[in-house]
């Protein structure tokens, strides 16, 4: 790291002056609230020599160039279609400027700060250092610590300043309020009827499983990977983990019909040694099912260090590395008014980084449906969900089958999670397509429970509903969610970019933009429109807990619908 402030004692003096007073200074999240989820429980505040590690996220140049390049490189009839950048020429349209870098330097070395790590982009720093320097150079932070079981996080209920001649350089900084995601899958089983009757559960042949869904999406024993340099990914940020001993069992026994993996071939991050997560097992087997024989990575994230964002940090990892599968499964999302402005547009901009990259991102819609939130004054007022409301993600809702014990059309799964954001403002790709629904819906709900000029979603959707998993040795039934949907559809879009690098073409990378176009190019059949059911929504007199409802061509519960797959390879990978 440059020296700047050492090499100037009156500098230093200058800074040590003016940086490491008072609160004063500019907030760069205020609208960031605090709220411990449920079972955090305050264990007091943090001795001064505890090391935390933070994150700063450092104000990027071009990111408007960056918006019109994504758009260039996914718009299946532009020039520049699949015309990806390496992460070298990313570095060069986002890095900060040279005063960005020289000005937070300054400010760190001031501070003593010297153990900092850059990622290739330049545009984050993640560094550690004692609570009483972090103190000192966030003024109003305070650093406590939380615990839940075995877990402690480190987290600061006040609000942190930057110097005003800071505030320019950086967007925000995480490891301070934001808690690791608690969201996970749910066997509806369990929940119901406690581990007792599971033995007999799992004789009972009903349910999703490989099979099921390869024969409700029309996958032959031929629609398998066959390049070995192409690649798939999931990624978790709970503290849990695959097993794959659980894989392998898992494919012994619904593996039958179809060529497959039975090991995932690099986890990136910490696995720890402890009992296997719902929720990872449902990812990597359910990815390694419609993505067969494709390799597969596991990204796996609950936050290591006490004082770090789980979920950041993967975004820091994308970041820092140059080869990165294309296909990525995200089954993680917190709500959209849980998160300051400033933290929700930066991520939506390293979402624009992986779409110039021509990765394709799939994050899970939710399972509360349309979601709900109380709003001053007493009424309710739907609630979104991000990353699935970002408008450079591809969002997967959830169906189950019409007839739950035969492979029939699909109908809403009601905790799909849809809806409209009200922080993106609807994107060109899908305009058409949701006035339409708006238009042409026979009951909406009312206009003051969402924001129809809105980032609508999800786009499309899979089953999400009873599904078999094998953890910790043990097959689970009734296993639901749209993280079930989500590794389902990743799977068969890895298998579509398997296709198209054999004949040559580009990936897929951003997928919306040609996804919403399908059917005005003649692929209408490319998805199964899903027309039945409403999604769940506030439980109060005027909703009546009902949301939106799934309707011909896109909605916003199952969006476009659910993957006929040879079709839906015919249409992405026609010239
Ligand atoms: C990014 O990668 C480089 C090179 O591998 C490494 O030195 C650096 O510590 C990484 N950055 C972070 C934030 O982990
Ligand atoms: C795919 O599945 C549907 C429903 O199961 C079936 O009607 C159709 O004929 C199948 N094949 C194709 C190519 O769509
Ligand atoms: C599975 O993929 C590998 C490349 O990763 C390939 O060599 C092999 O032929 C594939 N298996 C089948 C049955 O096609
Ligand atoms: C992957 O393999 C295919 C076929 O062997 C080759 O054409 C392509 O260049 C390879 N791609 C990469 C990124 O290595
Ligand atoms: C709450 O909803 C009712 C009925 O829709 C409306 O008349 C009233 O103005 C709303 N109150 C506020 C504070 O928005
Ligand atoms: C509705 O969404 C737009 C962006 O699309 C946003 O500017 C506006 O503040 C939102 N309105 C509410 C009430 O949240």
């Known amino acids: 790291m440059a020296r700047g402030c050492r090499a100037l ?33 305050l264990a007091g505040r943090v001795s001064p020599e505890h090391d935390v590690q933070l994150t700063l996220a450092l104000r990027q140049r071009g990111t408007a160039r960056l918006t019109r390049l994504v758009r260039a490189v ?12 390496s992460v070298e020429q990313l570095r060069d349209v986002v890095q900060p400027s040279p005063a960005t870098l020289m000005a937070v330097l300054k400010w760190l070395q001031s501070h003593g700060v010297e153990d900092c790590r850059s990622v290739a982009t330049l545009d984050f720093l993640e560094c550690r250092m004692p609570v009483s320097t972090a103190e000192r150079l966030l003024p109003g932070a305070e650093f406590h610590r939380y615990v839940k079981g075995q877990r402690s996080v480190i987290r600061s209920p006040q609000p942190y300043v930057v110097p005003e001649e800071l505030a320019e350089h950086i967007d925000f900084v995480g490891g301070l309020h934001r808690f690791p995601a608690e969201r996970s899958v749910v066997s509806r089983a369990w929940a119901k009827e406690g581990m007792e009757s599971r033995g007999q559960r799992a004789a009972f042949h009903l349910g999703v499983m490989p099979s099921v869904i390869r024969k409700r999406y029309n996958m032959t024993r031929e629609d398998i990977g066959v390049l070995p340099n192409n690649s798939q990914a999931c990624a978790q940020f709970l503290e849990q983990y695959f097993h794959q001993a659980d894989l392998a069992v898992f494919m012994k026994l619904f593996g039958s019909g179809f060529p497959h993996r039975t090991e ?11 009992r296997a997560g719902l929720e990872a097992s449902l990812d990597v087997e359910y990815i390694m099912s419609t993505g067969a024989n494709i390799s597969t990575w596991v990204f796996s994230n609950a936050g290591r260090h006490e004082s770090q964002e789980p979920f950041l940090a993967w975004l820091l990892l994308l970041s820092n590395m140059s080869a990165l599968p294309w296909v990525h499964s995200v089954s993680y999302g917190d709500d959209e008014d849980s998160l300051s402005q400033a933290y929700l547009q930066r991520v939506n901009v390293e979402f624009l980084k992986a779409a110039a990259r021509g990765l394709t991102v799939l994050f899970a819609s939710g399972d509360d449906g349309a979601g709900c939130r109380r709003v001053p004054g007493g009424n309710h007022t739907f609630r979104p969900s991000f990353p699935a409301s970002s408008p450079y993600v591809t969002t ?3 169906t189950s089958f019409k007839n739950p014990f035969m492979v029939t059309a699909e109908v809403t799964d009601y905790i799909s999670g849809g809806g409209f954001s009200n922080v993106f403002p609807m994107p060109d790709y899908q305009a058409d397509a949701v006035r339409t629904f708006l238009r042409s819906a026979p009951k909406l709900p009312p206009s003051s429970y969402y924001n129809s000029s809105g980032r609508a979603y999800p786009d499309l959707a899979a089953l999400s509903d009873n599904y ?46 040609a996804l919403y176009r399908l059917r005005e190019r003649g692929h209408g059949g490319a998805l199964f429109d899903v027309t039945q059911g409403c999604h769940l929504s506030c439980l109060d007199g005027t909703v009546q807990g009902q949301g939106f409802c799934a309707g011909p061509a896109w909605d916003a519960v199952t969006g476009w619908g659910t993957p006929n797959f040879p079709l839906l390879l015919r249409a992405l990978t026609a010239p």
């Open 74 to 85: 996914s718009e299946p009839r532009s020039p520049q279609y699949g015309k990806y950048l």
């Open 9 to 41: 004692p009156a500098v230093l003096a200058l800074c040590a002056a003016t940086w490491s007073c008072c609160a004063a200074g500019r907030a760069l999240e205020r609208d960031q609230p605090f709220r411990p989820p449920p079972g955090w429980v």
């Open 396 to 398: 997967v809702g959830g």
């Open 468 to 513: 078999w998993v094998v953890t910790n040795r043990l097959p689970l039934p009734w296993v639901s969610g749209t993280s079930a949907s989500t590794p389902v559809v990743a799977g068969m879009l890895a298998l579509i970019n398997d296709r198209r690098l054999q004949r040559g073409q580009p990936p897929l990378g951003f997928l919306n933009p």
């Open 264 to 274: 995932v071939d690099h986890v990136v991050g910490h696995q720890g040694q402890g």
